[in-house]
């Protein structure tokens, strides 16, 4: 009796590489993934992080299987990520905050992303994006002061690293008007941030215009201290995003909700010139 009991107890599926079953597991703590993540690595030939993920249905649903993060991202399963989108207002116009990958990034490195961007634990959800925000630019906000924008299914295949990126990524917006040298950054996460105007983003991502210069912007030196710069950004410095012009219709729907405009329940899943 007390070994069925334990047995409907269990809720999660450890699985490794092509979905082989590893182990269940009812909770998943520190000490039990890493015994799971050395029985893997010992049988495989590759590198593994130990970093587990929730591995979701088509729907985005939790299947209550988990994977090393190195596997997902090889074998395409779904999972779950967090993406924070900041904006700022002063009397010189509308800003956009970007974030700019390291050098030494697995997927799109050196490309222009969104300013926070990450993938949840095991056990995570959309409220715990505050973890990855503190942690990416030490900005300390409650959940309820984020605006929820919607889910994108995204689907980043890159073969010539082995690498098929597959997410369902939680979109949020915030508006502050922190001074760009006020945020403190994680320099083992990212490069630096951007301060982009957000009319001149647009022009840039609809290809009105090939270049936006004169951007205030905060990288890490080569001493990995913070210096505020002036740059300039081309679209093709953005991460790609051709099916669904993620970052073109992010930026648009900044611009509807300042004019006070009311948003559809999930614009990701619509096309950009419905925005028109």
Not at 37 to 56: D, M, S, T, V
Not at 183 to 189: A, H
Not at 212 to 221: H, P
Request: hydrophobic share 35%; aromatic share 10%; charged share 30%.
């Amino acid at each position: 009796m007390n070994i069925r009991k334990n047995q409907k107890e269990k809720k999660y599926v450890i699985l490794g590489p092509k979905n082989k079953v590893f182990g269940r597991i009812h909770s998943p703590d520190a000490e039990t993934l890493t015994r799971y993540y050395e029985k893997i690595k010992q049988r495989y030939e590759g590198n593994l992080k130990n970093e587990f993920f929730e591995i979701l249905d088509k729907d985005g649903k939790k299947t209550g299987e988990l994977k090393l993060r190195d596997l997902i991202h090889k074998e395409g399963d779904l999972h779950g990520a967090f993406h924070l989108h900041i904006y700022t207002i002063s009397r010189k116009g509308t800003y956009l905050l970007l974030q700019k990958r390291k050098h030494d990034k697995d997927i799109c490195p050196n490309k222009l992303d969104t300013v926070v961007g990450g993938h949840y634990a095991v056990g995570e959800g959309i409220k715990d994006g505050v973890r990855e925000v503190e942690e990416e630019i030490g900005l300390v906000v409650p959940f309820n002061k984020f605006t929820i924008l919607g889910r994108r299914k995204n689907y980043d295949p890159q073969p010539e690293k082995d690498i098929f990126n597959n997410e369902f990524q939680d979109i949020t917006l915030y508006k502050c008007n922190q001074r760009l040298e006020d945020y403190k950054l994680q320099e083992s996460e990212l490069a630096g941030i951007l301060k982009v105007n957000l009319e001149s983003f647009i022009k840039l991502m609809m290809r009105k215009i090939n270049i936006v210069e004169g951007i205030e912007s905060l990288f890490f030196n080569n001493f990995g201290n913070l210096e505020k710069v002036k740059t300039s950004i081309k679209r093709e410095d953005v991460w790609s995003a051709p099916y669904d012009n993620y970052y073109l219709k992010t930026a648009l729907l900044i611009h509807q909700i300042i004019k006070g405009k009311k948003m559809p329940s999930n614009p990701y899943q619509l096309d950009v010139t419905s925005f028109f």
